[in-house]
């Protein structure tokens, strides 16, 4: 190499690296966030949160985290994690301004329509929900409650003999399959998970691969093109949701053409014969997507909410006890309907303070700060930033729920009317009330 071309090498060499530090001492000292508490690393670079979210420990540091630094966090240069009830209304409430940040994307296949878990735009999200809402209302739901039913049924024998013997069951499992099972019967009108053997393909296994992957690479420039593009396709490798893809495409168009009259409808029979504001119906595509975020984000989060009621209960025999005496005090020896339920309000504290314990969501739940800014604890945090709510971190906020958020405690919600409804929409588990808000919250429930 001449000693020009090397001149000018290190020359442009040395101006990169200037300009990477004077970027890194911006962002530490002189960025509008640079008032925010938070990790040293994390003011420089969203390298820190990336890593954290890849390795799986998120869950802890979140807490962490708040615990030391207050109610908002700077988490990237760019980026804040808040605990506030009147942020959560701002961000997430009705008719909130506040849009879904970039970090979705990742959950949108580039082969599919657009999803609604991924969409940002509001116009697309607000028609996707009016397509599924038929699916989701709580009589079309309540008519699929024996196929929901059939599924606990099929549980209990494969239970049966273990319990008989005093065995050992691995409870993880069993939700697991059970949620599956149960989504894939109300979605598809079949199981997909596999308490009665395995199903013609492994859609959990592809779809929960899929969130893990997105969940990280959301955070990463490039998003999903890491994972398919002209190399990977030259190279024949698939992305795995795509077999899923031609399967549920499959399932679709045997819905369309097999004879339907006097079989319970099922989802995809309510996405099927929605129809818009002009009559026209939905593309196959519209109703493929349809089906894939109900799986991909209602089966899952059920079966960890399962765990953690087991979980907290299997360490609280003192809650199992009163909980047994309000189960057994109904008239009932069939197994309990879902109205029957709700005349059980400490069944329904256990499983609130369970997903107050844990919830099912543990990813910062990312908006972009709309014109006007938001106030959070007497800060003013300006418009475009990217804040993201955790539920772990909201939900164990001692401001709002007291000095023993770490305790297991039903009886928390039960006895003063004013002090439960306060604490329940301080409650962070479905996203908040607003336009991007769980619409399985009923189903999960
Ligand atoms: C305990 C169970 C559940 C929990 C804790 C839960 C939690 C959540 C949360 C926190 C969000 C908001 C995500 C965000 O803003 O990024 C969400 C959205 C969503 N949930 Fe659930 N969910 C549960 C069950 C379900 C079920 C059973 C279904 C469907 C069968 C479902 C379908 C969806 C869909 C499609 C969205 C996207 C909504 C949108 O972005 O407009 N979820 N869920």
Redesign the pocket.
């Known amino acids: 190499m001449s000693l020009i071309a090397e001149s000018y090498w290190i020359a442009g060499l040395v101006s990169l690296s200037g300009a990477g530090v004077l970027l890194l001492c911006y962002n530490a000292f002189f960025h509008p966030l640079a008032q925010f508490p938070g990790p040293r690393l994390a003011s420089i670079t969203g390298l820190w949160r990336l890593y954290h979210y890849a390795i799986g420990d998120w869950h802890d540091l979140i807490l962490d985290l708040h615990r030391k630094y207050g109610r908002v966090v700077r988490l990237a240069p760019n980026e804040l994690s808040v605990v506030d009830e009147s942020a959560m209304k701002a961000l ?1 409430g009705h008719g909130t301004p506040a849009l ?1 940040s970039n970090w ?1 994307s990742a959950f949108q296949s580039p082969q599919a329509a657009p ?5 940002q735009d509001p116009q697309i ?1 607000a028609d ?2 009016r397509r ?1 809402a038929p699916a ?1 209302k709580m009589t079309a739901l309540l008519r699929l409650e024996s196929s929901m039913q059939d599924c606990f049924d099929k549980l209990w024998q494969q239970l049966d003999k273990p319990a008989s013997e005093g065995a050992i069951v691995d409870m993880c499992h069993w939700t697991d399959t059970l949620t599956w099972d149960v ?1 894939g019967q ?2 598809y009108g079949e199981p997909l998970g596999s308490i009665a053997g395995a199903g013609d393909m492994n859609v959990q296994g592809i779809l929960i691969k899929f969130l893990m992957v997105s969940t990280v690479l959301g955070h990463v420039w490039g998003q999903l093109f890491w994972i398919e593009n002209p190399l990977t396709r030259l190279l024949g490798i698939k992305n795995p949701l795509s077999k899923f893809f031609e399967w549920s495409s499959m399932k679709v168009r045997q819905h369309e053409e097999s004879d339907r009259s006097g079989v319970q409808p099922d ?1 995809i029979d309510h996405f099927l014969a929605y129809r818009d504001s002009e009559g026209k119906p939905p593309t196959r595509l519209q109703v493929v997507d349809g089906a894939t ?7 899952d ?2 079966g ?2 399962m765990r953690s009621v087991l979980y907290y209960l299997s360490i609280n025999p003192a809650v199992v006890a009163k909980l047994q005496k309000e189960i057994d005090a109904l008239d009932s020896s069939e197994s309990i309907s879902f109205r029957q339920t709700q005349q059980l309000p400490y069944l329904k504290a256990v499983v609130r303070e369970s ?1 107050r314990m844990y ?3 543990p ?1 910062q ?2 908006r972009i700060v709309p014109d006007g800014g938001l106030s959070v604890d007497g800060h003013f945090i300006p418009p475009g930033t990217i804040v993201g709510m955790c ?1 772990l971190a909201q939900n164990r906020d001692t401001a709002i729920f007291g000095q023993d958020v770490d305790v297991f405690k039903p009886d928390r919600w039960l006895g003063d009317e004013a002090r439960g409804r306060y604490l329940e929409n301080a409650l ?5 009330t607003g ?7 009923d ?3």
Request: with cysteine; proline share 4%; hydrophobic share 45%.
């Open positions: 997430y879904k979705y999803n609604q878990l991924a969409t999200s996707i929900r599924m989701f989504i109300l979605c989802m975020a109900t799986i991909g984000a209602g089966a989060t059920v960890i909410a997903l919830s099912s969501v990813a739940l990312y539920s962070f588990n479905f996203g908040g336009p991007r808000s769980c619409p399985g919250r189903l999960a429930m």
